[in-house]
Nanobody, 127 residues
Framework: QVQLVESGGGLVQAGGSLRLSCLAS????????MGWFRRAPGKEREFVAA????????YYTDSVKGRFTISRDNVKNTVYLQMNSLKPEDTAVYYC????????????????????WGQGTQVTVSS
């Protein structure tokens, strides 16, 4: 069992930055590929970014490429999402997720691949 707790959300003006953190419980954090998803008001949950177990591979949805960076610290059991040049359309509840993954190289972009989810943290970008 893994518990995920997100933090770092808030209200920011367009063009600003936020860094989200997701702290995972347990001693096997490095066995999980990690991802960030978001759900905007009235929309379905969508993939944002993913990182493999060893932090060597990352993947982003097109709308955040060049602005967001996912990273992880396997000693601190934490995955991060650095968000720069924020836009009003980035407003959403952001969720981190963990996927128990045998391969150290794989990243996951589909929600069904993930085994555990956090409760989410609200990000609001004002224009």
């Amino acid at each position: 069992q893994v518990q995920l707790v997100e933090s770092g959300g808030g209200l920011v003006q367009a063009g600003g930055s936020l860094r989200l953190s997701c702290l995972a419980s347990g001693r096997t954090f490095s066995s999980y590929a990690m991802g960030w998803f978001r759900r905007a008001p009235g929309k379905e949950r969508e993939f944002v970014a993913a990182i493999n177990r060893s932090a060597g591979n990352t993947y982003y949805t097109d709308s955040v490429k060049g602005r967001f960076t996912i990273s992880r610290d396997n000693v601190k059991n934490t995955v991060y999402l650095q968000m720069n040049s924020l836009k009003p359309e980035d407003t959403a509840v952001y969720y981190c997720a963990a996927a128990l993954t045998y391969s150290a190289e794989v990243v996951h972009t589909r929600t069904v691949a993930y085994d555990y989810w956090g409760q989410g943290t609200q990000v609001t970008v004002s224009s």
